[in-house]
């Protein structure tokens, strides 16, 4: 199993941005999908975005489309989500999760390890 580690959540005025970071060890991410899912409070946990194993296909959620990019460095075994123009309504806990297969998918089920989550707080 691949342990995740997620970074770089925090703090931010409405419209402002953030650079969200997940680490893998333990084993290498580069030939699964990857994605970024979020939780708010007393809401059920969605998916964000995905991405394919060597990026050439992603998936965003129509809540943050054109905002959002997903990103990954399999060198370095890290993902990354870039968010700008953030919204009060992105404020939740980030996790990144690695895929079960090799098909990008949206669903929970679809992901086998999960990070711990970064919290995000978008202020109006």
């Known amino acids: 199993q691949a342990q995740l580690v997620e970074s770089g959540g925090g703090l931010v005025q409405g419209g402002g941005s953030l650079r969200l970071s997940c680490a893998a060890s333990g084993r290498t991410i580069s030939t699964y999908p990857m994605a970024w899912f979020r939780q708010a409070p007393g809401k059920e946990r969605e998916i964000v975005a995905a991405?394919?194993?060597?990026?050439?296909?992603?998936y965003y959620d129509d809540s943050v489309k054109g905002r959002f990019t997903i990103s990954r460095a399999n060198a370095g075994n890290t993902l990354y989500l870039q968010m700008n123009f953030l919204k009060p309504e992105d404020t939740a806990l980030y996790y990144c999760?690695?895929?079960?297969?090799?098909?990008?998918?949206?669903?929970?089920?679809?992901?086998?390890?999960w990070g711990q989550g970064t919290q995000v707080t978008v202020s109006s």
């Open positions: 991405i394919s194993l060597h990026g050439g296909s992603t």
């Open positions: 999760a690695k895929g079960r297969r090799s098909v990008v998918g949206t669903s929970e089920d679809d992901y086998d390890s």
